[in-house]
């Protein structure tokens, strides 16, 4: 599906321009149209782009240096949205601290960034403080609490105790007005924020992103779903998740309304919120299509009257769950997009039963590169492009790639090495770890990650052929397969499956899954054994957790035990 060209206002002359300089322009052009809508809240563009520019300034009234680090301690909110634009106004980098993350895990954020600022909203000070007491140095300088007021009692004693332990603590209501912020020095080459992902250290690793990945992914975005201002677009994702930074970015580009997801209710079953909003365009990971379905949302266009678009991203869209939304809604355009944290949002992306005919049997093409992106698929061994057909390590080149990680310049050069085929000096490749082949028509279909293939009896196994038989199976929500050492020489392959309420009972069950992955598959790619499982464990992020799954599967004694 390509541009809606006659919807979309002409953006030609932002193009080379920043995000928070298109919220300035739709302020000029159109102040009075909704930027933001939270379903009790409406924010348009001109109170949009001022108190951007009240938070730049005391951003830079508080001596934030260029590509400075503040760090944003707030849920999915229209907080959260000012404070990314206020960052990015001031010349910061913002950097996402997931309100649900682990102490331990903030503290080794902050002190890996070198955080100047933290921007925070009252109900989560005391996650503030207690961080604060676990850092050997508080590199902080400046809190800036935006909803709290000091008339409160309590949040006059949280604001209290803030200023005891930081330099600079600035409560937003207590400031009724600023200077204009000084002109905007930054240029494509800054940082506009520090993702920080897991690390296989068990620290996390923080990815750079600057403006011109994010101008590059932008362009193409905007103009290949057709986002105009009459869009009114969900923010389902976390911020600490880059799928955020197409919600927000790619709206305020547009000049769009934003609808964050604020209920947790809400976020596990969005159904209400898609009505309700009445959201245009939808983007979150596949796994929200599952959860519709099981809360008896998803029906025959449910979500018609408005929806125009459906994105999925971020993990394997199980073809399903794609089945499952072309059923109920044939008429809503649906896109599967693919892309690491270090290639900006995602670099590929593919019309379900638009592209090619979708077959239910098959595993989901990840489709074709965006605009500026080179993807190459290589031998498994050396650095050369491989034909199409051939199983590969997929790699990806381009302006969207990341500068690197934050403070690990060995982990940089390690995953960001030179172009094989060297097209311009200087000209990267980012190593993803993924496997991946190129057919004939140009399409690329993802086939699991190096870490995720593993070896049975000599035999080479991608874990996801077995995920996508799995998923096949009209009785099971979802599933996926691990393999498990229950001793150093006696390695197996497992299934763990989520059964459909109206599922079979668990013998019978567990018989179909295995007669199931036999006729679809290589014996000795066959699971061994099938666990039933009442969900699968996921990440923060919404993906699935196959650590966590090995965890529980060695917890076990029955195979067809659900817990």
């Not at 090995?550 to 817990?563: C, D, F, P, R, T």
């Given at each position: ?14 193009d ?8 300035t322009h739709?302020?000029e ?9 939270d379903?009790k809240r ?14 730049a300034?005391?951003l830079q ?6 590509n ?10 229209i907080?959260?949205c000012?404070?990314?634009l206020?960052v990015l106004?001031a010349d910061?980098?913002?950097v996402?601290l ?5 102490a ?7 002190t ?13 000070c005391?996650t ?7 850092l ?6 400046v809190v ?9 009692p ?5 604001i209290h ?5 930081f330099p600079?603590?600035l ?6 007005h600023t200077?204009?912020?000084?002109p ?6 800054d940082?506009?924020?520090?993702m920080f ?5 068990g620290k996390?690793k923080?990815?750079?992103i600057?403006h ?10 905007v103009k290949?779903f057709g986002?105009?201002p009459?869009?009114r ?6 911020i600490?998740?880059?799928l955020s930074?197409?919600?927000i970015?790619?709206t305020f580009?547009a000049g769009a309304?934003?609808c964050?997801?604020?209920s947790?209710?809400?976020?596990a079953?969005?159904?209400k919120?898609?009505?309700?909003q009445?959201?245009?365009v939808?983007f ?6 599952s959860?519709?379905r ?20 971020g ?5 399903d769950l794609?089945?499952?939304?072309l059923?109920?809604?044939?008429q809503?355009p649906m ?14 992306s593919f019309?379900?039963?638009g ?5 239910p ?7 074709r590169?965006t605009q500026?992106t ?6 498994q061994e ?7 057909g051939t199983?590969?390590?997929?790699v990806i ?5 990341s500068?690197?990680y ?12 030179e172009?094989?085929?060297?097209p ?8 993803t770890?993924?496997?991946a082949?190129m057919?004939?028509?140009?399409l690329?279909h ?15 196994i991608e ?9 096949s199976i ?6 996926v ?5 229950h ?7 497992v299934?763990?499956v989520?059964?459909k309420e109206?599922?079979?009972?668990n013998e ?8 199931h992955?036999?006729?679809q598959l290589?014996?000795?790619m ?5 666990h ?8 923060p992020?919404?993906?699935v957790?196959?650590?966590k799954?090995k ?6 004694q029955n ?5």
């Amino acid at each position: 599906m390509g541009a809606n060209s006659g919807l979309i206002e002409p953006l030609s002359h932002l193009d080379g321009g920043l995000v928070h300089q298109a919220v300035t322009h739709h302020a000029e052009v159109r102040p009075h149209h909704p930027a933001l809508d939270d379903g009790k809240r409406v924010l348009n563009y001109k109170q949009l782009a001022d108190v951007m520019d009240k938070l730049a300034r005391l951003l830079q009234d508080s001596a934030l240096p260029r590509n400075g680090r503040v760090g944003l301690l707030l849920e999915n909110s229209i907080e959260a949205c000012m404070a990314m634009l206020g960052v990015l106004r001031a010349d910061g980098c913002y950097v996402p601290l997931g309100t649900h993350f682990p102490a331990q895990r903030l503290a080794d954020i902050v002190t890996q960034a070198g955080l100047h600022a933290v921007v925070v909203t009252d109900k989560h000070c005391s996650t503030l403080l207690q961080l604060e007491a676990m850092l050997e140095a508080n590199p902080l300088q400046v809190v800036i609490v935006l909803n709290a007021t000091t008339n409160d009692p309590k949040q006059a004693e949280i604001i209290h105790a803030l200023r005891q332990r930081f330099p600079t603590v600035l409560v937003w209501e207590e400031i009724e007005h600023t200077q204009p912020p000084w002109p905007s020095r930054n240029v494509e080459e800054d940082l506009a924020y520090i993702m920080f992902t897991s690390g296989t250290t068990g620290k996390p690793k923080g990815v750079m992103i600057t403006h011109r990945n994010i101008n590059s992914y932008l362009l193409w975005a905007v103009k290949h779903f057709g986002f105009h201002p009459a869009d009114r677009i969900s923010n389902h994702s976390s911020i600490t998740f880059d799928l955020s930074v197409m919600d927000i970015f790619g709206t305020f580009r547009a000049g769009a309304t934003l609808c964050p997801v604020v209920s947790p209710g809400d976020r596990a079953f969005p159904g209400k919120f898609l009505k309700q909003q009445r959201i245009t365009v939808w983007f979150s990971v596949p796994s929200v299509i599952s959860m519709l379905r099981r809360s008896g949302q998803l029906q025959a266009n449910a979500f018609a009257e408005h929806l125009r678009l459906a994105l999925f991203c971020g993990e394997a869209l199980p073809p399903d769950l794609a089945a499952a939304w072309l059923e109920t809604h044939p008429q809503i355009p649906m896109h599967n997009l693919y892309g690491p944290t270090e290639a900006t949002i995602a670099c590929t992306s593919f019309w379900v039963n638009g592209d090619s005919p979708f077959n239910p049997q098959m595993a989901i093409p990840i489709g074709r590169p965006t605009q500026d992106t080179e993807i190459l698929i290589l031998d498994q061994e050396k650095d050369h492009p491989i034909p199409p057909g051939t199983l590969g390590r997929l790699v990806i080149c381009g302006p969207q790639l990341s500068p690197g990680y934050w403070g690990q310049p060995e982990l940089t050069a390690k995953v960001f090495q030179e172009h094989p085929l060297k097209p311009y000096p200087g000209a990267r490749m980012y190593v993803t770890g993924d496997l991946a082949y190129m057919d004939e028509q140009g399409l690329i279909h993802f086939s699991g990650r190096v870490d995720d293939q593993v070896k049975l009896h000599g035999y080479r196994i991608e874990l996801g052929e077995i995920d996508v038989a799995l998923a096949s199976i009209p009785e099971l929500e979802e599933g996926v397969a691990v393999l498990m050492l229950h001793a150093p020489d006696v390695p197996e392959l497992v299934a763990t499956v989520v059964p459909k309420e109206e599922a079979l009972a668990n013998e019978q069950l567990v018989q179909q899954v295995l007669d199931h992955c036999r006729s679809q598959l290589p014996h000795y790619m066959v699971p061994g054994s099938v666990h039933l499982l009442s969900q699968l464990p996921r990440n923060p992020n919404g993906k699935v957790d196959r650590k966590k799954i090995k965890e529980i599967v060695a917890s076990l004694q029955n195979g067809s035990m659900i817990k």
